[in-house]
């Protein structure tokens, strides 16, 4: 049974950083890629990053490229955003998923972890 | 890239059919047959409810179908059911990103 579980969200000043987590039980991301997806509040989802299951080929966001990095443990089975230079509309709800398929869906979701930047 | 275009709104009884459409360019959902669509409830992350265009993953209703021509994708819900009020959102691969609608709230009446 996947599980994902999102942590290290708050409220944090723009210019700073911040580095969320997924604790994923249930698949190895050696054999699965994982993503982070997220949406500002009464907005629809806008996808943020993807790391590649094999060789950790990663995928970006232009309106975060340059400042967040995906990265994960694979010995403690982490998935990580690490956000640099938070911005006033980084503010949303992160979420980990599982990518599924050749179209980059996402078949499992955590329940997200929100982060906000006040102006 | 902008976000797909959906209507904000739809609404049926229950046991009517409604359709969302779902319009990208062709970048993205003209270049690609890998469109799927989400349904939200509220306080609730998104559920992966049809993708490759007209395919649903196993527990989904067959109440529930999509479709696509040429930049244009469509999910329909027939057979309404009260819990099937949310939010809907299409999705469609761009190459190396992907991008999602702005949302359709359903409201069954």
């Known amino acids: ?119 | 890239q902008s976000a797909l275009t959906q209507p904000r709104s739809v609404s049926g009884s229950p046991g009517q059919s409604v359709t969302i459409s779902c319009t990208g360019t062709n970048s993205d959902v003209g270049a690609y047959n890998y469109v799927s669509w989400y349904q939200q409830h509220p306080g609730k992350a998104p559920k992966l409810i049809i993708f490759d265009v007209n395919k649903r993953p196993s527990g989904v209703p067959d109440r529930f179908s999509g479709s696509k021509s040429a930049n244009t994708a469509s999910l329909t819900i027939s057979g309404l059911q009260p819990d099937d009020e949310g939010d809907y959102y299409c999705c469609s691969y761009a190459g190396s990103s992907v991008l999602f609608g702005i949302g359709t709230r359903v409201t069954v009446l």
Request: positive net charge; charged residues 20%; aromatic residues 12%.
């Open chain 1, 1 to 119: 049974q996947v599980k994902l579980k999102e942590s290290g969200g708050g409220v944090v000043q723009p210019g700073t950083s911040l580095r969320l987590s997924c604790a994923v039980s249930g698949l190895r991301m050696t054999r699965s890629s994982m993503q982070w997806i997220r949406q500002a509040p009464g907005k629809g989802p806008e996808w943020v990053a993807l790391m590649w299951y094999a060789g950790g080929n990663r995928w970006y966001a232009d309106s975060v490229r340059g400042r967040f990095i995906i990265s994960r443990d694979d010995d403690k089975n982490i998935l990580y955003l690490q956000m640099n230079s938070l911005r006033v509309d980084d503010t949303a709800t992160y979420y980990c998923a599982k990518v599924y398929g050749s179209g980059w869906y996402a078949d499992f979701w955590g329940e997200g972890t929100q982060v906000t930047v006040p102006s």
